[in-house]
């Protein structure tokens, strides 16, 4: 990848950090510091790579081809029952799923502000979803995207001042990064780690939001650069959380069920200062995920459809609308719809490895041009096939209960 150091910049991949920094990652993460210390930290690692290298490969399609993943779908695959298959997948993992996650991002976008303003009020959701509406109605990439690098800097000023304040034992967290461990049972955090970074609706957000933003090829160093500074932030943040709980909580009797938890737990080590920055970071967190996962959603459908990345559009409007709404109604009413997550965890297991296999193959693709995948990039990008077929199996069997 070529590129100078004055294009490292934000863009489009911030907004691909700010989804998979949301409040389950949060919760993830603080689990795995929590139960099993610094060890673990290398996953984190691993999974900013992969996400590296499938997200340059949706930013290069996007950018070479001004399509977004979904219109790469409806135009390149010809054979209807293929077509019919790959459109059923993408409604039920990123439209649908995205409709029960969106509860989840405003539960935790809730319980950040609920941490700031001393009081956890049932209209909270309402006015954080009227807030991600307002914001996507504005039909505004440019204002999105601003908003979106705005909360992703929040978030890595607090979780990592937290974590500096939490007094982390350096060596071991310098040995969890580097030397890669499996300690007793910590198998399918590991698998739960990296399946909250490398996440199949990003590749729809970023090839299309790529697309939006650079008109040229000739501008794929900028679309490089900024990939190499937004997804190592969003891995750093990460990093900051499990280390967090790994220095409060690893070894100690403590119940952590989940990031309120955390805030709170951190009180008697570190002060108020900590809790406060929790709060921060996980309203961050929230809210950010709040707006990509319906802006996503939009991107995803319309362009399998056909209806183009118009923000402004009817049927991309209506699209991330339903999805906020469903988000609202979960999140006000405390709904835990288990058999729609159920559903959702199935579709996605059987995303991603799909997705990953088609974007590789579309990166092959005579439309690429000049652009076309190199052996090393074809050889990085088996490996995270491979890991993404093995999540996809994870993502199923948990579904089903076969482990």
């Known amino acids: ?47 900013v790579l992969a996400t590296m290298i499938l997200q340059e490969m949706a930013a290069r399609l996007g950018v070479v081809t001004q399509q977004g ?12 029952l293929f077509r019919w298959f790959a459109i059923g997948l993408v409604l039920a993992a990123v439209v649908i799923g995205n409709s029960v996650y969106q509860g989840g991002n405003l539960t935790g976008a809730s319980l950040g502000m609920a941490g700031l303003i001393g009081e956890q009020a049932t209209w909270l959701p309402l006015v954080l979803g009227g807030l991600a509406a307002a914001l996507l109605w504005s039909g505004s990439y440019r204002l999105l995207e601003r908003v979106l690098i705005a909360l992703v800097l929040v978030m890595s000023l607090a979780f990592i001042a937290t974590f500096v304040i939490a007094q982390p034992d350096w060596s071991e967290f310098f040995h ?5 461990s499996l300690p007793t049972g910590s198998l399918l955090t590991v698998i739960a780690l990296i399946g909250t970074t490398v996440v199949p609706y990003n590749l ?16 794929l160093p900028q679309a490089r650069g900024d990939l190499l500074v937004s997804i190592p932030l969003g891995g750093l943040i990460s990093i900051a ?16 069920e989940g990031a309120a938890d955390l805030s709170e737990s951190l009180r008697p080590l570190a002060g108020d200062g ?14 950010s995920s709040s707006l990509t996962a319906p802006l996503a959603s939009a991107y995803a459908l319309s ?10 559009s009817w049927p991309f409007r209506l699209t991330w609308l339903a999805i906020i709404a469903i988000g609202v109604i979960i999140a ?72």
């Open 204 to 219: 729809f957000l970023h090839a299309a939001s790529s697309a939006q933003k650079w008109k040229s090829p000739e501008q």
């Open 303 to 312: 362009g399998i459809f056909g209806y183009g990345g118009n923000l402004r």
């Open 176 to 180: 969890g990064l580097l030397v890669p």
């Open 332 to 403: 006000s009413l405390g709904i835990r719809p288990v058999n729609v997550i159920w559903f959702a965890q199935v579709a996605n297991g059987m995303l991603l490895p799909i997705m990953a296999l088609f974007l590789v193959w579309a990166c092959n693709h005579k439309m690429m041009g000049n652009y076309r995948n190199s052996w090393r990039q074809n050889s990085l990008a088996a490996i995270v096939v491979l890991v993404a077929v093995g999540l996809g199996l994870r993502s199923i069997g948990a579904a089903l209960q076969w482990w």
């Open 241 to 256: 959380i499990v280390s967090t709980a790994a220095a409060a909580f690893f070894g100690q009797a403590v119940t952590l």
């Open 274 to 287: 900590a809790t406060w920055l929790m709060a921060i970071g996980l309203f961050a967190a929230g809210l």
């Open 69 to 80: 993943l979904g219109e790469a779908i409806r135009s390149q695959l010809e054979n209807p």
């Open 1 to 47: 990848m070529k590129f100078k150091l004055n294009q490292l910049s934000f863009g489009p991949a911030t907004l691909v950090a700010a989804a998979f920094i949301g409040p389950g990652t949060v919760v993830t993460a603080s689990l795995a510091g929590a139960n099993f210390g610094y060890a673990l930290l290398w996953a984190l690692v691993f999974s």
